[in-house]
């Protein structure tokens, strides 16, 4: 049931581009995106609710197909402070709104 | 300033021993949460609560418990029974289930 996410782990340098993918062998109702840097409480990013519905936080963006029961996080221009650990957590689609997180994508942007 | 408040930071507990994770909200949120996070593994769901006097096991609620008397408050309690307690625990809250999540700062515990 836990959303699977890809890639575990991706070092970019300042200024490039990260796509995080999240996808879930399951119907999802809902897919959220946090971000955790290290020693601190995870920090709520956006939710999707729609199918193909997509947000934007900063230069973060995200999309939602539900027809695949899949979410990707885009991280455009990188900047320093998107370091930290990305985690996508799912709703299914059966009710109960319990929400499931993935394992984490671990982010270094390097200067 | 609104916020969750979690205590103590760090907690060592001696084998069979039960300890008390405190958790405390002022965002006036109904839902509650305690997660358990282990290095590579990700959130795990201890307990949930959708409303005071109300809670639900998560995917992991072995060898603990917790309580919803106030609506605040959600301590968790992790009991002897629990044979692998060493890890970060996350206490959260939204205003009802599904909604965004507000994380405290967490409680490390460690087994003396």
């Known amino acids: 049931q836990q959303p699977v996410q890809s890639p575990q782990a991706v070092i970019l340098r300042e200024g490039e581009d990260a796509v995080i993918n999240c996808s879930s062998s399951?119907?999802?109702?809902?897919v959220h995106w946090y971000r955790q840097k290290h020693g601190e409480a995870p920090v709520f990013l956006m939710i999707?609710?729609?199918?193909?519905e997509q947000k934007g936080h900063e230069k973060i963006s995200a999309s939602f197909n539900e027809k695949k029961q899949q979410s990707s996080l885009y991280l455009t221009a990188s900047q320093l402070s998107y370091s930290g650990t990305y985690f996508c957590?799912?709703?299914?689609?059966?009710?109960?709104?319990?929400?499931?997180f993935g394992a984490g994508t671990r982010l270094f942007v390097k200067a | 300033d609104g916020g969750i408040t979690q205590s103590p930071k760090y907690l060592f507990r001696k084998e069979g021993q039960n300890v008390t994770l405190s958790c405390e909200q002022n965002l006036n949120h109904d839902a509650m949460y305690w997660y358990r996070q282990d290095p590579g593994q990700g959130l795990r769901l201890i307990y949930y609560?959708?409303?005071?006097?109300?809670?639900q096991k998560g995917d992991i609620a072995e060898g603990y418990s917790v309580s919803r008397e106030k609506k605040e408050s959600f301590p968790l309690t992790v009991t002897s029974a629990q044979k692998n307690p060493t890890a970060f625990y996350l206490c959260?809250?939204?205003?009802?289930?599904?909604?965004?999540?507000?994380f405290g700062d967490g409680t490390r515990l460690s087994i003396l």
């Open positions: 957590g799912t709703e299914l689609n059966t009710g109960g709104f319990k929400t499931i």
């Open positions: 609560s959708q409303i005071v006097n109300d809670f």
């Open positions: 399951k119907a999802l109702y809902s």
């Open positions: 999707l609710l729609k199918g193909g």
């Open positions: 959260a809250s939204s205003f009802a289930l599904g909604q965004p999540q507000h």
